[in-house]
C-alpha cells in the first residue's frame, strides 16, 4: 500500500507472477485486468478445460506487456537506468548571437542610397 505508483516494474517478475492467473497483473497495479484473469481462468478450467488454458497462456505475455507499458510512461527519473541526476539529458545552453558583419561596398554604390 506504501508503494510509490510510479515505481519500476521489472517485466520478467511480471511473466514469473503470472503464472498464478492475475498475480502478475497486481504486481503491475492493473486489479481489474488481475481480476478478470483469475475469473476467466477459473470460469474456463471448471466449465471448459481448453480455454481456460488459453487464458492461463495468454495471461504471461500480457502481464510482461503490462510492466512494460508501465515502465514506458514512468517519469525518466524514476526509472532504474537513471542512476545519476546527470544523466538527464540538457537542452544545449543558447549560444550568443554572432554580430554580423557588413560586407564592403563598391564606391559607387554607397552614393546611391
Not at 11 to 35: D, K, N, Q, S
Not at 76 to 102: A, F, G, R
Request: glycine fraction near 8%.
Amino acid at each position: 500500500m506504501g508503494e510509490a505508483r510510479n515505481s519500476y516494474k521489472d517485466p520478467l517478475v511480471a511473466g514469473m507472477l503470472a503464472i498464478i492467473p492475475g498475480a502478475g497483473h497486481f504486481y503491475c497495479g492493473e486489479r481489474l485486468r488481475g481480476v478478470a484473469y483469475m475469473l476467466g481462468t477459473a470460469v474456463g478450467l471448471f466449465l471448459f478445460l481448453v480455454p481456460g488454458l488459453f487464458i492461463l497462456a495468454a495471461s504471461v505475455p500480457d502481464a510482461i506487456l503490462c510492466a512494460q507499458r508501465r515502465n514506458r510512461l514512468m517519469p525518466p527519473l524514476l526509472h532504474p537506468s537513471m542512476t545519476n541526476i546527470t544523466d538527464v539529458p540538457h537542452p544545449e545552453p543558447p549560444q550568443p548571437e554572432q554580430p554580423v558583419e557588413e560586407t564592403p561596398r563598391a564606391p559607387w554604390t554607397e552614393s546611391a542610397r
